[in-house]
């Protein structure tokens, strides 16, 4: 009888010792942030083009029976696109921290959305505190070189430790008004 054999492949591994220069960097000043900055413009209709960096434009549009053109996701898909990178690298980090390589790593967002208020043009009467995401889910496939109770403890860690699911669960102060 031929002898079977497991091949794993794991997924590219981030630079272990930077991370842990990172955390030392956060551990010595916790009151420490970044600012991210964007620059969004209306190309017309509700197509936008938000520019990060040296990046390619980030698109966002509206569906067609949102009256957009649905050539791009959508405001809130962008918001759980931004959830879903978040909790990957904070995945993929604490893995990488407790020296657990991953093989997989998909997730899954899904959250329910309502425009009843037609983005105040008109429509429902609503306050801010009733309008947005009202439940958000998501599923996470994590395969790696540990036990299923270690990989659940690591994407439950992940979850409390990032910033955009906590941007999420937590009140932030937001502005917006007119440049000068």
């Known amino acids: 009888m031929p002898e079977t054999s497991t091949v794993t492949t794991y997924l590219r591994p981030i630079d272990r010792d930077g991370l842990l220069k990172f955390a ?78 991953l093989s997989k790593l998909e997730l899954w967002l899904e959250g329910d959305i309502g425009n009843t208020a037609a983005w105040g043009a008109g429509g429902a009467d609503r306050k801010p505190e009733e309008m947005g995401f009202k439940q958000v889910r998501v599923r996470v496939n994590v395969e790696g070189d540990a036990p299923r109770a270690v990989l659940d403890e690591i994407v439950a860690h992940a979850n409390t430790f990032s910033p955009v699911a906590n941007t999420l669960r937590n009140p932030v102060p937001l502005t917006v008004s007119l440049t000068d």
């Open 24 to 101: 030392e960097k956060g551990k010595a000043n916790p009151d420490n942030f970044g600012t991210n900055k964007v620059h969004t413009v209306t190309e017309g209709q509700y197509r936008t083009l938000s520019y990060v960096g040296d990046h390619a434009p980030v698109v966002v549009d509206e569906p067609l029976h949102l009256f957009g053109q649905n050539t791009a996701p959508a405001p809130g898909e962008i918001v759980l696109s931004a959830l879903g990178g978040c909790l990957a690298v904070g995945i993929t980090a604490v893995a990488t921290y407790r020296q657990v390589k």
